[in-house]
C-alpha cells in the first residue's frame, strides 16, 4: 500500500489516480495523518501543496522517522520537504512556472533514467532548491534544461526519490513511466 | 403559449419563477411547492435527503436554485470572517410543479418601464485594487497561491424589470448557463458561460472557462486559438485550472476514469470567445451528492488555485460577502442527476440594490492596471442594461 501524504493541494487527486495505476492507495490531510496506514505503507508520499517545506514540520518528522525503513516519495512541495528535511535552504527564484510546460534533462548517469534524455513537464513551483546542495547518497538527477534548476533527486540506496514538477499533470509526457520506475526501484 | 404571451402573463401574476438556458431555448420553473432557504443546520440535511423521494421521473422531479459562496465554503470547512454587505440568503432551492419550455427567443415588452439609476459605486477604487495585486504577487512568489482571484463590486439603488433585462441579455449574450430567478423579494440574471457539474447516472463532467476574447473583425475562430495557445500567460492559467479540475474530479471519480474530453478549444458565441476544456469521469460507487458538491463547489477557475490556501487568503482580504458570486445556481433532480454553473456576470438585486461582482485573476505575470479594466469591462456588459 502507498501512503499519500496530501498537503491540501488541488492536484493531490492526480497524484493518488496515477499511484493508483500501481498498487493500493491511502491518502489522507498532512494534519490527519493515520499512524495505523502510516506503519503498514510501504511507500511513503509527500504531496504537492501551497507555502514552504517549513510550514509542514510533521511532515518532516514523518520523512526523519522512515528514512531508510520505506521508500519515499516527494512532489513539488514534497520533493521540497524531503530536501528541507535533509538540511537544504529553498529559496524563492526569480522566474516563476506555475502551469508551464518546459523541458528538463536527465544529468547523471546514476539516473534510473538515461542520461541526457529530455522531455516535457508541467511545472507549478514558485520555490526552488538553493545549490549548493550536498547530502550522503543524494544526488541531482534532472534539471531544468533552460535554468538548470533542479528538478529531481534520487537517493538510489535509501530509496527516496523527488521531482520538483508534476509527473502528474496533464503537461507532463510519460508521467506514469516515470512513477512506474521509481516504484520498481 | 407562445413564449412571449407567457412571460407576459407570469410577470403580470407575480409568481416567483426560475428560468435555466436549456440546449434548444429554456425552461421556466414555477409553481414552488417548496422553498428552502438554507443555512449551516440544514444544508447537510437538504442535500442528502433529496434522493429519498420516491417519484423519480417527471420533469419537475427536482430542486433548482443556487448555493452562495458562503455556505460552499462552510461545507468544506472554510469559516469566511464576519463580512459587511447584503445580508442575502446564503442559498435558496425551491420545488417546483411546473415546467415550460420557451424558445430562444425571448420577445418581452413592458410599457411601464421607468428610467434607471446607472450611476454604479464601485467598492474597491484602482488605488486600493493595486495594492491587494502586489500583496498577492508576494503571496504568489512565496508559493501560498500560483493564481488568486480578487472580487470587486459595483453597486447602485434602483428597482430592475428582470425579466426585461434578462430578455435583453439574452438577446445580446445567449449563454449556455444563463438563468433567472425571480422571487416576490429578489431577483437574479445572469448570462453565465460557465458549467461547473453535468451529472447524469455514474458520468460527471465541468467545462472550466479560462479565457476570454470579445470578437472584434480581427478575430475568427482560427485566429482566437492561435491567440491563446501563443499566450503563455493565458496558457498557463488555463493548464492549471484543468489540473485542478482534474483533482477535484478525481476525488470522487474511478482511478484512471478522469479524461480531458476537449483540451483546450475554442467556444464561440455571439460576442466572444471562450477558451475551454472538457473534463470527464465516472463516479465511484456510492457517491453522494454532498460528496460530489463538496469536491466540485465553490469552481476552482474563479477561486484561483490551489483552492483550500487560495480562499483563506481570499476571505481574509475581502471586506464584503460575495453573496450569490462564485457560488452555483442549478438543479438536483430525484434520481440523483444534476447540473449547475458558477454564478458569475450575474446581477443580484434585492431590497432595491443591485449588486455586479467581477474578479481577474492575479498569476505571475498579470498586470494590475489591465486586470483592474479587464473587471470594468466585464461589469460594464451587465451596467448597460441600466441605460
Same mark, same amino acid.
Given at each position: 500500500?502507498?501512503?499519500?501524504? +496530501?498537503? +491540501?493541494?488541488?492536484?493531490?487527486?492526480?497524484?493518488?489516480?496515477?499511484?493508483?495505476?500501481?498498487? +493500493?492507495?491511502?491518502? +489522507?490531510?498532512?494534519?490527519?495523518?493515520?499512524?495505523?496506514?502510516?506503519?503498514?505503507?510501504?511507500?511513503?508520499?509527500?504531496?504537492?501543496?501551497?507555502?514552504?517545506?517549513?510550514?509542514?514540520?510533521?511532515?518532516?518528522?514523518?520523512?526523519?522517522?522512515?528514512?531508510?525503513?520505506?521508500?519515499?516519495?516527494?512532489?513539488?512541495?514534497?520533493?521540497?520537504?524531503?530536501?528541507?528535511?535533509?538540511?537544504?535552504?529553498?529559496?524563492?527564484?526569480?522566474?516563476?512556472?506555475?502551469?508551464?510546460?518546459?523541458?528538463?534533462?536527465?544529468?547523471?548517469?546514476?539516473?534510473?533514467?538515461?542520461?541526457?534524455?529530455?522531455?516535457?513537464?508541467?511545472?507549478?513551483?514558485?520555490?526552488?532548491?538553493?545549490?549548493?546542495?550536498?547530502?550522503?547518497?543524494?544526488?541531482?538527477?534532472?534539471?531544468?534544461?533552460?535554468?538548470?534548476?533542479?528538478?529531481?533527486?534520487?537517493?538510489?540506496?535509501?530509496?527516496?526519490?523527488?521531482?520538483?514538477?508534476?509527473?502528474?499533470?496533464?503537461?507532463?509526457?510519460?508521467?506514469?513511466?516515470?512513477?512506474?520506475?521509481?516504484?520498481?526501484? | 403559449?407562445?413564449?412571449?404571451?407567457?412571460?407576459?402573463?407570469?410577470?403580470?401574476?407575480?409568481?416567483?419563477?426560475?428560468?435555466?438556458?436549456?440546449?434548444?431555448?429554456?425552461?421556466?420553473?414555477?409553481?414552488?411547492?417548496?422553498?428552502?432557504?438554507?443555512?449551516?443546520?440544514?444544508?447537510?440535511?437538504?442535500?442528502?435527503?433529496?434522493?429519498?423521494?420516491?417519484?423519480? *421521473?417527471?420533469?419537475?422531479?427536482?430542486?433548482?436554485?443556487?448555493?452562495?459562496?458562503?455556505? %460552499?465554503?462552510?461545507?468544506?470547512?472554510?469559516?469566511? @470572517?464576519?463580512?459587511?454587505?447584503?445580508?442575502?440568503?446564503? #442559498?435558496?432551492?425551491?420545488? @417546483?410543479?411546473?415546467?415550460?419550455?420557451?424558445?430562444?427567443?425571448?420577445?418581452?415588452?413592458?410599457?411601464?418601464?421607468? &428610467? /434607471?439609476?446607472?450611476?454604479?459605486?464601485? *467598492?474597491?477604487?484602482?488605488?486600493?485594487?493595486?495594492?491587494?495585486?502586489?500583496?498577492?504577487?508576494?503571496?504568489?512568489?512565496? #508559493?501560498?497561491?500560483?493564481?488568486?482571484?480578487?472580487?470587486?463590486?459595483?453597486?447602485?439603488?434602483?428597482?430592475?424589470?428582470?425579466?426585461?433585462?434578462?430578455?435583453?441579455?439574452?438577446?445580446?449574450? /445567449? &449563454? @449556455?448557463?444563463?438563468? %433567472?430567478?425571480?422571487?416576490?423579494?429578489?431577483?437574479?440574471?445572469?448570462?453565465?458561460?460557465?458549467?461547473?457539474?453535468?451529472?447524469?447516472?455514474?458520468?460527471?463532467?465541468?467545462?472550466?472557462?479560462?479565457?476570454?476574447?470579445?470578437?472584434?473583425?480581427?478575430?475568427?475562430?482560427?485566429?482566437?486559438?492561435?491567440?491563446?495557445?501563443?499566450?503563455?500567460?493565458?496558457?498557463?492559467?488555463?493548464?492549471?485550472?484543468?489540473?485542478?479540475?482534474?483533482?477535484?474530479?478525481?476525488?470522487?471519480?474511478? @482511478?484512471?476514469?478522469?479524461?480531458?474530453?476537449?483540451?483546450?478549444?475554442?467556444?464561440?458565441?455571439?460576442? %466572444?470567445?471562450?477558451?475551454?476544456?472538457?473534463?470527464?469521469?465516472?463516479?465511484?460507487?456510492?457517491?453522494?451528492?454532498?460528496?460530489?458538491?463538496?469536491?466540485?463547489?465553490? #469552481?476552482?477557475?474563479?477561486?484561483?488555485?490551489?483552492?483550500?490556501?487560495?480562499?483563506?487568503?481570499?476571505?481574509?482580504?475581502?471586506?464584503?460577502?460575495?453573496?450569490?458570486?462564485?457560488?452555483?445556481?442549478?438543479?438536483?433532480?430525484?434520481?440523483?442527476?444534476?447540473?449547475?454553473?458558477?454564478?458569475?456576470?450575474?446581477?443580484?438585486?434585492?431590497?432595491?440594490?443591485?449588486?455586479?461582482?467581477? &474578479?481577474?485573476?492575479?498569476?505571475?505575470?498579470?498586470?494590475?492596471?489591465?486586470?483592474?479594466?479587464?473587471?470594468?469591462?466585464?461589469?460594464? &456588459? /451587465?451596467?448597460?442594461?441600466?441605460?
Amino acid at each position: 500500500m502507498i501512503y499519500i501524504i +496530501d498537503h +491540501d493541494d488541488s492536484f493531490t487527486h492526480n497524484v493518488v489516480h496515477q499511484f493508483a495505476k500501481f498498487d +493500493d492507495i491511502e491518502c +489522507d490531510n498532512f494534519n490527519e495523518i493515520n499512524q495505523k496506514k502510516l506503519n503498514k505503507a510501504k511507500v511513503i508520499v509527500f504531496s504537492p501543496g501551497p507555502g514552504a517545506p517549513k510550514d509542514y514540520p510533521y511532515s518532516s518528522k514523518i520523512y526523519n522517522k522512515f528514512k531508510k525503513k520505506k521508500k519515499i516519495i516527494g512532489i513539488c512541495l514534497g520533493f521540497q520537504q524531503i530536501l528541507h528535511s535533509e538540511n537544504a535552504k529553498i529559496i524563492e527564484q526569480n522566474k516563476i512556472y506555475h502551469g508551464f510546460q518546459s523541458e528538463v534533462k536527465v544529468t547523471s548517469n546514476n539516473s534510473l533514467f538515461k542520461k541526457n534524455k529530455k522531455f516535457k513537464v508541467g511545472r507549478y513551483h514558485s520555490l526552488k532548491l538553493k545549490e549548493p546542495f550536498y547530502a550522503k547518497n543524494f544526488e541531482i538527477t534532472m534539471r531544468c534544461a533552460i535554468s538548470n534548476v533542479a528538478m529531481a533527486i534520487e537517493n538510489n540506496k535509501d530509496k527516496i526519490y523527488g521531482f520538483q514538477f508534476h509527473p502528474e499533470s496533464f503537461l507532463t509526457e510519460n508521467g506514469n513511466l516515470l512513477i512506474k520506475k521509481i516504484l520498481s526501484a | 403559449m407562445i413564449t412571449q404571451d407567457y412571460l407576459k402573463s407570469i410577470s403580470k401574476s407575480k409568481k416567483p419563477f426560475v428560468i435555466y438556458k436549456s440546449n434548444k431555448g429554456f425552461d421556466l420553473y414555477t409553481n414552488f411547492s417548496k422553498k428552502i432557504i438554507l443555512t449551516n443546520k440544514n444544508i447537510h440535511n437538504f442535500i442528502n435527503k433529496i434522493s429519498k423521494n420516491r417519484s423519480k *421521473n417527471k420533469n419537475t422531479d427536482l430542486y433548482i436554485g443556487f448555493f452562495g459562496y458562503e455556505i %460552499l465554503n462552510n461545507l468544506i470547512g472554510i469559516k469566511p @470572517p464576519k463580512q459587511k454587505g447584503l445580508k442575502f440568503p446564503k #442559498g435558496i432551492f425551491y420545488k @417546483p410543479e411546473i415546467k415550460v419550455s420557451l424558445t430562444n427567443k425571448l420577445n418581452y415588452i413592458n410599457e411601464d418601464l421607468k &428610467a /434607471l439609476n446607472n450611476d454604479f459605486k464601485i *467598492n474597491i477604487n484602482k488605488k486600493s485594487y493595486n495594492k491587494i495585486f502586489s500583496k498577492f504577487k508576494k503571496k504568489i512568489k512565496s #508559493g501560498q497561491t500560483y493564481q488568486i482571484k480578487i472580487c470587486t463590486k459595483y453597486r447602485n439603488k434602483s428597482k430592475i424589470d428582470p425579466i426585461d433585462f434578462f430578455c435583453r441579455l439574452s438577446e445580446t449574450n /445567449l &449563454a @449556455p448557463e444563463a438563468f %433567472l430567478i425571480k422571487d416576490k423579494e429578489f431577483s437574479i440574471v445572469s448570462c453565465s458561460p460557465e458549467n461547473l457539474i453535468t451529472k447524469k447516472g455514474n458520468y460527471i463532467s465541468t467545462k472550466p472557462i479560462a479565457g476570454t476574447l470579445k470578437k472584434t473583425k480581427k478575430f475568427n475562430k482560427i485566429k482566437a486559438l492561435n491567440f491563446f495557445n501563443k499566450n503563455i500567460k493565458e496558457t498557463k492559467e488555463h493548464n492549471m485550472i484543468v489540473d485542478m479540475e482534474r483533482s477535484d474530479l478525481s476525488k470522487i471519480c474511478t @482511478p484512471g476514469s478522469v479524461k480531458i474530453v476537449k483540451k483546450k478549444i475554442i467556444e464561440e458565441y455571439r460576442d %466572444l470567445y471562450h477558451y475551454v476544456s472538457l473534463v470527464a469521469g465516472k463516479l465511484k460507487r456510492n457517491t453522494s451528492t454532498l460528496d460530489i458538491i463538496r469536491s466540485m463547489m465553490p #469552481g476552482g477557475s474563479v477561486i484561483g488555485c490551489p483552492k483550500i490556501s487560495t480562499l483563506n487568503l481570499l476571505n481574509a482580504q475581502e471586506r464584503e460577502s460575495r453573496n450569490i458570486y462564485t457560488g452555483s445556481f442549478g438543479y438536483i433532480k430525484f434520481n440523483g442527476d444534476m447540473r449547475f454553473n458558477i454564478i458569475i456576470r450575474a446581477i443580484l438585486n434585492y431590497k432595491e440594490y443591485s449588486e455586479i461582482s467581477v &474578479a481577474s485573476g492575479v498569476v505571475i505575470d498579470s498586470n494590475s492596471s489591465h486586470e483592474f479594466s479587464e473587471n470594468y469591462i466585464k461589469a460594464k &456588459a /451587465l451596467m448597460d442594461l441600466y441605460k
